[in-house]
């Protein structure tokens, strides 16, 4: 087996999860190389959830019986393991969504209503970058079109970075707000945080960063990053489907007005207006996702008891052990950086002009899970004339030996479309 | 689910290319990004050509090429005939095991009966058909022309 310096001790992290166990067409191995798109479970969140149905379920702050007030305390409880795990300065910059979709569309939604001087109107810019997934890309096109804004960004170099040759034409004293991805779910690039905050900040912009494929992997600290948002996702980090997070700087948070209206958010209500509760309820309109978010609290004790640094320095001695076995496929295109430096455990290639479809449904057949398309980020696609990519990602369960099967996997396909 | 037949007319496709056409559409598959643009002649109702080009995955290549062999030269009855029962197999999630009648209809086509197993991939294989079937609309009369994929 092959031995690489900083690895985890995946045959004992392997146990906890116990989809990794599965076989698949007759007997085949599964090797799931697809953590960009969803992270599998371990028994430690499975359990966690089956615990708060079984044991607790009731709806959260309301209700003044023993259920109503523990379902409250888990689902508060999760709020503070999520604010210790960013390195939050408060609980209450913690806004539970469903989703970093749905954690971008609000501060997007938020700025579109705002008052000064925080308002995007038709006089303002908004900076994002070409390697935005969809949905850092899309609610600023919403939020352009419905105010007249204009919408601005950074394209890429040959080599899958961001171009920030031009930033100070990008970011001008017209933005209000830029934002882009931390790691990118496509090329893997990890992006350059402070050169593009401190340029924010020298022209009063706000910063807005998605961190979906960031918070799985490595350690994050948005105080250190010095953004003023932080978006990401559960289901990406060993938790459920159906809890995302936005992070706020409780000065804005308390500035900006709510988006959805509804249940809980409230402060009173007549039918001639309402006020609204403080943040984080003031933008968590609705019986939340609680069993959800309470799982991300036991996806966050898990991942924390091995360490973010080691599950960060498992996954870049595997993205080094990747690159360079997958440079050895030939015809085979790595799009984006082609080297571990600065690039996370999300690797896109091309592999001759053999169709991303059929590379992903030959490498079904053997029992390998990886993701085909564009990944939601389009954009990038056509920024490098590629009809689509293959990707392969990796966690903190993946081994080399899977590395290893992917490539053998590829050998296949080449043969088989050759 | 890659049949010899499938993987020959990927290879080897009929009739790639654009002609001169009655009516021009383009239609995508917006979860894994196969293009087509094609184009329908029509001599009366009967199909005189069947052009097209197109980007994406052995399957929705194949398909297009198998398409063009089934229908040109086919009267249009006939050949909403052939795309009603493609529509219907690959729509059957592997349910169906074509028999002789089907096979007498499809030809070439009932190899793509392993992919109505695929749910992903269906939308590859139908991409060409309902390409032509808003052609065709389009062409002999906007009245009843739409526009949509599976």
Known sequence: MTQLPGLLDTEAIRKDFPVLDRVVHDGKKLVYLDNAATSQKPRQVLDALSEYYERYNANVHRGVHVLAEEATALYEGARDKVAAFINAPSRDEVIFT????ESLNLVANMLGWADEPYRVDHETEIVITEMEHHSNIVPWQLLAQRTGAKLKWFGLTDDGRLDLSN??????????????VLVSNILGTVN??????????????????????????????????????????????????????????QELLEDLPPFLGGGEMIETV?????????????????????????????????????GMDKILAHEHALTEYAVQKLSEVPDLRIIGPTTA?????????????????DVGQVLDEQ????????????????????????????YLYSTPAEIDALVEGLEHVRNFFG | MYQEVILDHYKNPHGRGLRDGDAEVH??????????????????????????????????QASASVLNELLVGKDLAEAQKIQETFLELMQSKGRIEPDDAMED?????????????????????LLSWMAWKDATAQALGGADAERKTA
């Open chain 1, 98 to 101: 469903k989703n970093a979709s």
């Open chain 1, 167 to 180: 930033i100070d034409e990008i970011i001008t004293e017209k933005t209000k707000i830029v934002s882009f």
């Open chain 1, 192 to 249: 350059p945080v402070e050169a593009i905050v401190r340029r924010a900040q020298e022209v009063g912009a706000l910063v807005c960063i998605d961190a979906s494929q960031a918070a799985p992997h490595m350690p994050l600290d948005v105080q250190a990053l010095q953004a003023d948002f932080v978006a990401f996702t559960g289901h990406k980090m060993c938790a459920p489907t159906g809890i995302g997070v936005l992070w706020g700087r």
């Open chain 1, 270 to 306: 007549s039918m001639h207006s309402s006020t609204y509760a403080p943040a984080p309820h003031k933008f968590e309109a609705g019986t939340p996702p609680i069993a959800q978010a309470v799982g991300l609290g036991a996806a966050i004790d898990y991942l924390q008891s091995i």
């Open chain 1, 341 to 357: 430096e600065d690039r996370g455990a999300a690797i896109s290639f091309t592999l001759g002009d053999i169709h991303p479809h």
């Open chain 1, 367 to 394: 029992g390998i899970a990886v993701r085909v398309g564009h990944h939601c980020a389009r954009p990038v696609c056509l920024r490098y004339g590629i009809p689509a990519t293959t990707r392969a990602s990796f």
């Open chain 2, 27 to 60: 239609h995508v598959n917006p979860t894994c990004g196969d293009e087509i643009t094609l184009r329908v002649k029509y001599d009366g109702t009967k199909i005189a050509d069947v052009s097209y080009e197109g980007q994406g995955c052995s399957i929705s």
């Open chain 2, 105 to 125: 209809i499809l030809e070439d086509a009932v190899a793509f009966a392993g992919v109505s197993k695929y749910p992903a991939r269906v939308k590859c294989a």
